[in-house]
């Protein structure tokens, strides 16, 4: 426990930030889910033929999966803020316009007799009976949909949107339990807040003659609370809105594992120190797809990634052992193929491989060292990869056919989940980058690939042309990194971050300092 303090005070401003970027996107999303859902609750009241389309429409997006309907608005919206507060409204909608629904159709008849008795138009008896009577059915509804949100809004990070799930995807993927912790327990205490706030609004809006204890409510208590409400939401939009930097800014994105983050706050720093240029971080963005689809919609301006990735995955080219080899045609076929929208100015380092992680009680007991031994072994190991790595052209299945191989069970996972089950004993093997730090922290070795299945990995700064246009000075800057870091480096870099709890951004930056790259 006390570790799990010091981790707080280490990392106070950045959890304060994260937790002011979190309410601020949590209340956006109810805002705008409040502002549609009780109007389509009133309109499918009033026009029958309309309700069973929109219910049913409601009702199928939540059951989509959130992080399918994230996928799928990505190409449309991008990243950022836009998908990651569109997604969440939409899953806030269903308590908010059946409890509305509910509300307006139950109200006693007689009520409304007397309504049309006295005069009253249809608009008047919305506003002065139907309305007012139903508020506090409504409102739990909003309560319901706005704890929900707090949760939900976690995978705004996936997208460089920001927030708490920052936290806990980051810890998931390094095994931190302290990071996770450090994300979930003020998510949970801000729901709660949300909770007590809008159960207050609820009894402050329910009509005297409705509660249960027959006393008055207080006017006041919702003045106060919708002023602290109106002034929380426009304090964190202001927040959010100056926190970003003025001027000229690269934005620099990555993707979601330790080597990622490293690399790409090495190179913002060296960006930071060595031109005038602003820099905007938008780190831990998923797979590649999602880092692809954002720098080539512009969304972001540069991100490091791989040139065995990028020939087989991104440009669709056969495989190319050699290094040097695989690093010249990358950067020829980016050229011819996206000349006008992406090149690739520099190498950072030397290349890395992929294999096959593995207990070593396991490996010892069947005398297990490359890949092809476990193919003497088929339908009696189970395989926990990557998802990403199960539908590669540099993946399982391509590798599975070169060697002959049939495991008993593949069980994909995302990130370090695949470490846990391996030392769990859930699986035996799993596939890993080279550098990864968790195969020290763990303990493991990598299976070798005799028959060289895969290709080299040298990591390389993938840029938008019309940004490295505008700031020619950016290709001297990122070339500083040029074989600076081995794969023994790496390894180490990644330790720090994967198993003794080290930012990033900390990691980075001393490295660049011991380099004498910046000061």
């Given at each position: 426990m006390s570790n799990f303090f010091s981790f707080i005070l280490e990392r106070k401003e950045q959890i304060l930030s994260l937790l002011v970027e979190h309410t601020f996107l949590t209340m956006l999303a109810i805002a705008l889910a409040i502002l549609i859902g009780i109007p389509l609750?009133?309109?499918?009241?009033?026009?029958?033929?309309?309700?069973?389309?929109?219910?049913?429409?409601?009702?199928?997006?939540?059951?989509?999966?959130?992080m399918a309907l994230l996928g799928l608005l990505i190409p449309l919206l991008g990243i950022g803020t836009v998908p990651a507060v569109t997604t969440v409204v939409l899953y806030s909608l269903l308590p908010i316009v059946k409890n509305t629904f509910t509300a307006l159709t139950n109200?006693?008849?007689?009520?409304?007799?007397?309504?049309?008795?006295?005069?009253?138009?249809?608009?008047?008896?919305?506003?002065?009976?139907?309305?007012?009577?139903?508020?506090?059915?409504?409102?739990?509804?909003?309560?319901?949909?706005?704890?929900?949100?707090?949760?939900?809004?976690?995978?705004?990070?996936?997208?460089?949107?920001?927030?708490l799930g920052y936290l806990v995807f980051t810890g998931v993927q390094t095994v931190n339990n302290n990071m996770i912790l450090a994300g979930a327990i003020p998510a949970c205490i801000?729901?709660?807040?949300?909770?007590?706030?809008?159960?207050?609004?609820?009894?402050?809006?329910t009509p005297v003659g409705l509660l249960s204890d027959g006393k008055k409510n207080n006017n006041k208590v919702l003045k106060v609370i919708g002023v602290i409400l109106a002034i929380l939401l426009v304090f964190t939009g202001i927040s959010n809105i100056f926190s970003g930097k003025k001027g000229d800014t690269i934005v620099v994105g990555s993707k979601n594992y330790s080597e990622q983050l490293i690399l790409a706050n090495m190179v913002a720093d060296l960006i930071e120190e060595k031109t005038d240029l602003n820099v905007e971080r938008k780190l831990n963005l998923g797979g590649s797809s999602v880092v692809s689809s954002a720098?080539?919609?512009?969304?972001?301006?540069?991100?490091?990634?791989?040139?065995?990735?990028?020939?087989?995955?991104?440009?669709?080219?056969?495989?190319?052992?050699?290094?040097?080899?695989?690093?010249?045609?990358?950067?020829?076929?980016?050229e011819e193929r996206y000349g006008k929208q992406l090149a690739i100015p520099a190498q950072v380092f030397n290349a890395s491989a992929k294999g096959f992680d593995y207990n070593k009680t396991i490996a010892d007991k069947y005398n297990i060292k490359k890949i092809s031994d476990l193919a003497k072994y088929?339908?009696?190991?189970?395989?926990?990869?990557?998802?990403?790595?199960?539908?590669?052209?540099?993946?399982?299945?391509?590798?599975?056919?070169?060697?002959?191989?049939?495991?008993?069970s593949v069980k994909a996972m995302d990130g370090s989940l695949r470490y846990s089950a391996l030392k769990n004993g859930d699986c035996q093997f799993i596939d890993a980058?080279?550098?990864?730090?968790?195969?020290?922290?763990?303990?493991?070795?990598?299976?070798?690939?005799?028959?060289?299945?895969?290709?080299?990995?040298?990591?390389?700064?993938?840029?938008?042309?019309?940004?490295?246009?505008k700031y020619p000075e950016l290709k001297e800057v990122?070339?500083?990194?040029?074989?600076?870091?081995?794969?023994?480096?790496?390894?180490d870099l990644n330790y720090k971050v994967d198993k003794l709890s080290k930012s990033p951004e900390e990691v980075a930056r001393e490295f660049l300092i011991s380099e004498n790259l910046i000061e």
């Open positions: 609750g009133i309109l499918i009241t009033n026009i029958k033929p309309l309700r069973k389309p929109i219910l049913g429409l409601i009702n199928t997006l939540q059951a989509v999966p959130s109200i006693d008849e007689n009520m409304l007799e007397a309504a049309r008795g006295m005069g009253l138009t249809k608009r008047q008896t919305l506003i002065k009976i139907k309305i007012p009577v139903s508020l506090p059915l409504i409102m739990s509804g909003v309560r319901i949909s706005a704890v929900t949100s707090v949760g939900l809004m976690t995978l705004a990070a996936f997208i460089g949107a920001g927030g801000l729901a709660l807040i949300i909770d007590f706030i809008f159960g207050k609004i609820e009894v402050a809006v720098i080539q919609k512009g969304e972001i301006d540069m991100y490091v990634d791989y040139t065995g990735c990028l020939l087989l995955n991104i440009l669709g080219e056969p495989l190319i052992r050699d290094k040097d080899e695989i690093y010249n045609r990358s950067k020829e076929l980016m088929n339908n009696q190991f189970i395989i926990s990869p990557t998802m990403e790595f199960v539908n590669r052209d540099d993946g399982l299945n391509e590798l599975s056919k070169l060697y002959g191989l049939k495991f008993k980058f080279s550098t990864e730090g968790l195969l020290k922290a763990f303990d493991l070795q990598v299976l070798e690939d005799d028959r060289e299945f895969f290709p080299p990995y040298n990591a390389v700064p993938v840029i938008r042309m019309d940004t490295l246009e990122l070339s500083v990194l040029d074989e600076k870091i081995d794969e023994e480096t790496m390894i």
